[in-house]
DNA sequence: AAAAAAT
C-alpha cells in the first residue's frame, strides 16, 4: 500500500505528464484507492479529510477514460457553489494539460449567450452549479443523454434538502448507463443511502478512515465570550496572532455585511463576501484574498466548501455554524495538503452544547483558550516590531538611510531614536486604540435552580457527570450538589449554558422544569 | 433555521 506512484497507476501517459508537472509523485491516499476503481468503471462514493486531493482522484481517471473524439459532452460535474465550479474546472484543465479536452464552466450570474455558443461548438466536460445546468437542460442548449460520468462533488450537500430537488432533475436527463461518482469529505449515512438510489447495484464505497473527522494538523480552540463581545474579541485575537492570511465565517449574509464594516473601520485589510454579492464581486474578492492583496476573508458558508486557497493560516468561526458537517469543511479550508492549520471559534454559553456536539461529531478535541487582554496584545505587538527589526538588519537593505540616521544621532541619542521610530511602526500596526475593559473580565454566576422529580433516578454523581460534559466547567466539588432534595441549587459561572437534565438513558426529563438565574453575587476575575 | 442555486 505504501509508496505507489502516479506511474503505478493505468492513467493516460498525458494526464501522468500533467500529473508530473503539476509537481505530484505520490498519490494520496483517496487517489490511490479511487483511481483503479474509476478506471475500472464502477461507481464509487469516495470521503477523505478535506485538502486530500478529491479533484483529482476522481478527475484524473476520468479524464483518461473519457472519448473526446465526438462532440457529445461526456461528463457533468456538479458542484454546490459557482466559484468551486470554477475552481474544479481550473484544476481539471490543468489535469488535460496536454490532452484536447474541453472543459467549461457554467453557472450563474453570467450572461447565458456566452455559455449557449461555446456548449454549440461541443464541449466534453461540463462543470457547473445546478440552477444554470437546469436552465441549460430547459432551453434545451445542453445535452446529457450521452454521458460517460456523472460526478457530484460535495455529494452529501448537494443531495441533501434544498438541492436535491435541481440534482433530480439533472440526474433524470442523464443517460442510465453512465459512471456515476460522488465525492465528499462528509457522509452522513442516510445521504449514503439516498445515494445508492442514484448509482449501479455494485457502487463502491471508498472510505478512507481517519480517527478524525478533522485534519490533524489543524489545531482547533475555542474562546468563550459573551456575546456583546464577539467583534472585540475577534479583534485581539487577530491582534495577537497577525494571521498571514484568515477566513472569518458567520451565519448570516447580514452578519457578514456587518463584520466587514466594523473590521473595516478598524484598519483591516478584509472584504466580505456571500450569495446576495454580485458574481464579479465575488470573484474579485476571492481572487484578492488568493494572491494575498487581501488578509481577510468574512464568508458566509458560501466559502465554506471545497474552496481551495493556499496558506489559510486561521479559519475563525465568528458564529459557530448551525450543523456540524459545516465546521468540517469551513476549518477544511486551512490545514491543505498537509500544512499547519489554526481554527477558532467563538462561542456564548448558549452555543456550548452546539460545540461540544461538534466535538463529538469531529471527534477531535476543541481546546479552551482565554481571550487575550491588552497588556498581551501589546507585547506581541513588540515583539513583532523587533523581529521586523531584526529581518531589516539581517537583510541590510537599510543604507540608504544611514545619512538620515546619522544626522539624528548628532543631536539624540539613538536609542531614544530607536525607541521613537518603534512608536510609529506601532502606532500605524493598531490603528485602534485599545481600552483595558473593552471587554468585561466581571464573571457573572449563575445559580442553577434544579427541580428533580421523585421517580428520577438520577444520582448525584450523575448529575456531575452530565454538567461537566455539557458545560465549560472543568472541576465541580460534588458535595456542591445536595440532590437529595427534591428541590435543589447549585451556583456555577455563568459559561454554563442551558442544561438540559436528562436520564441516565439520554432521554430528557419530562415536565421538569430547570430554571436558570443570574445571581446576585458578581465575582470579579482579572 | 441559514445558505446555496436561475432570471
Redo the contacts with the bound molecule.
Sequence with gaps: MKNINFNDLDLDPKILQAIDNMGFEEPSQIQAESIPIILEGKDVIGQAQTGTGKTLAFGAPMLSKINSKDKKISCIIVT???ELAIQVNDELSRIAKFKRTSLLPI????P?ERQIKSLKRGVDVVV????????HL?RKTLDLSNIQFLIIDEADEMLD???ID?IEDIIKSCNSDRQTLLFSATMPNQIKRLASKYMKNDVKYIEIAKNTLTVEKTKQYYYEIKNKDRFESLCRILDVDEPSSAIIFC?????VDELVEGMQSRGYNVEGM???MGQNQRLNTLRKFKDGSLDFLVA???AARGIDVENVSHVINYDLP??TESYVHRIGRTGRANKEGIAYSLVTPKEYILLKQIEKFTKSKIKRKEIPTVDDIFEAKYKNIEKEIRDVISEENYKNFIPVATELDEEYNLVDVAAALMKIIFEKELSFNYKENSISTEEENIRLFFSIGRMDNITPRKLLKFITETSSVETYEIGDIDILNKFTFISIPERVGNIILKKSNGKRLQGRRVSVELAKSKKSNS
Design positions: 454546490p457553489t459557482r453557472y450563474g450570474g453570467q447565458i457547473g452549479t445546478p440552477g444554470r445546468i437546469l436552465d430547459h434538502m434544498g438541492f435541481d451565519r448570516t449574509k447580514r452578519g456571500h450569495g446576495d458566509t458558508d458560501v448551525q450543523d
